[in-house]
C-alpha cells in the first residue's frame, strides 16, 4: 500500500509515530491459546508497522515492546518474552540492516538478561551506521523511570559541581533522557480500546496526537496504521496556542 493507496498526504506524514501494542494476551485468550502465542501474531503486525513507516517516509517508529512494570507477569511469560524478543531480533536484524533501519534501544539494558542484552548490543552496532528508519525498540522502559534517571544524572552534575541548578532548561533536561537526540512523537497510538498511557514516554508525548483503536494488536496491519495516520493527517495542532480569530 503505497501512500497514494493509503490516500495520505507525503507532505504532512508523522516524523515519529510510537505505539503502546495492547491486547496480545486478550487476542490469545479469545482463541484458548496460551498468552505466548499472542504475542508470536504480535511480531506480524510489528513488522507490517516498520515496512509500512519505511515505505512512507516515517523517520522514528518508536514500539513499546516491553515495559518495567512487565517483569509483575508470571515468570513462565516473563522468560518466554524473553526468549521470543531474543530470536526476533536475531532472526530480523539482517533483514532490517538491507532495509536500511537502524535499531535503537530506549530502557535499562543492563537489567535484561545477558543473552539478550548482548544480541540487542549486536544489532544495534550492526545498523549504527544506516540513514533510513530509526526504529526504537521501549524495552524495560518506563517514563517515570526514565525521568528519574535523567534527574539523577543532573543531579551528579550539580553535585560535582559542573551544573548549576539555575541552569538547568528543558532542553537541557531533554538531553538527558535515554534517547537525547529523538525528536518527540508526533503520533502515539495504542490499539486494544484502554484509554491511558501506561507510564509511556511521559516526557516526550506533551504534544503528541492520541490515537486509540478497539482492535488488538495481533490483528493491526498497514491499512489499519494507515487509518491512524489519516486521523492525524485530518487534525490542527496547535501544541497549546488559541487560534487567531478570523477577522
Given at each position: 500500500?503505497?501512500?497514494?493507496e493509503?490516500?495520505?498526504d507525503?507532505?504532512?506524514i508523522?516524523?515519529h509515530?510510537?505505539i503502546?501494542?495492547?491486547?496480545?494476551?486478550?487476542?490469545?485468550?479469545q482463541r484458548?491459546?496460551?498468552r505466548?502465542e499472542?504475542?508470536?501474531q504480535?511480531?506480524?503486525s510489528?513488522g507490517?508497522a516498520?515496512?509500512?513507516?519505511?515505505d512512507?517516509?516515517?523517520q522514528?517508529?518508536t514500539?513499546?515492546?516491553f515495559?518495567?512494570e512487565?517483569w509483575?507477569?508470571s515468570e513462565e511469560?516473563v522468560?518466554?518474552?524473553?526468549?521470543?524478543?531474543e530470536?526476533v531480533?536475531r532472526?530480523e536484524v539482517?533483514?532490517?540492516?538491507?532495509?536500511?533501519?537502524?535499531i535503537h534501544?530506549?530502557g535499562r539494558?543492563d537489567e535484561?538478561?545477558?543473552?539478550?542484552?548482548e544480541e540487542?548490543?549486536?544489532?544495534c552496532a550492526?545498523t549504527r551506521e544506516n540513514?533510513?528508519?530509526?526504529l526504537?525498540l521501549a524495552?524495560?522502559?518506563?517514563?517515570?523511570?526514565?525521568i528519574?534517571?535523567?534527574?539523577r544524572?543532573l543531579a551528579a552534575?550539580?553535585?560535582?559541581g559542573?551544573l548549576r541548578?539555575?541552569?538547568?532548561s528543558?532542553?537541557l533536561?531533554?538531553g538527558?533522557?535515554?534517547q537525547?537526540?529523538m525528536?518527540?512523537p508526533?503520533?502515539?497510538i495504542?490499539t486494544?480500546?484502554?484509554?491511558?498511557?501506561?507510564?509511556?514516554?511521559?516526557w516526550?508525548?506533551a504534544y503528541?496526537?492520541?490515537?486509540?483503536?478497539?482492535l488488538?494488536?495481533?490483528?493491526?496491519r498497514r491499512?489499519h496504521?494507515?487509518?491512524?495516520?489519516?486521523d492525524y493527517q485530518?487534525?490542527e495542532?496547535?501544541?497549546?496556542?488559541?487560534?487567531?480569530?478570523?477577522?
Open positions: 500500500m503505497t501512500l497514494s493509503a490516500g495520505l507525503p507532505e504532512r508523522p516524523r509515530i510510537a503502546i501494542m495492547d491486547g496480545n494476551g486478550r487476542w490469545a485468550r484458548g491459546l496460551a505466548i499472542g504475542h508470536r504480535g511480531d506480524t510489528v507490517e516498520i515496512e509500512a513507516c519505511r512512507w517516509g516515517v522514528y517508529l514500539p513499546y515492546i515495559s518495567v512487565n509483575r507477569r511469560e522468560q518466554a518474552l524473553m526468549f521470543l524478543i530470536m531480533a532472526r539482517e533483514t532490517l540492516h538491507r532495509k536500511d533501519v537502524r534501544v530506549q539494558m535484561l538478561p545477558d543473552s539478550l542484552r540487542l548490543e549486536r544489532d550492526r540513514c533510513g528508519l530509526n526504537i524495552l524495560n522502559y518506563g517514563g517515570r523511570r526514565e528519574v534517571d535523567a534527574a544524572a552534575r550539580v553535585a560535582e559542573t541548578p539555575e541552569e538547568i528543558e532542553e533536561f531533554a538527558a533522557l535515554y537525547p537526540g525528536p518527540d508526533d503520533l502515539l495504542r486494544g480500546g484502554e484509554m491511558r498511557i501506561s507510564n509511556f514516554l511521559l516526550e508525548i503528541s496526537e492520541l490515537y486509540v483503536t478497539p488488538l494488536w495481533p490483528d493491526f491499512e496504521l494507515a487509518e491512524a495516520v489519516r485530518g487534525r495542532r496547535r501544541f497549546g496556542a488559541v487560534p487567531a480569530l478570523e477577522a
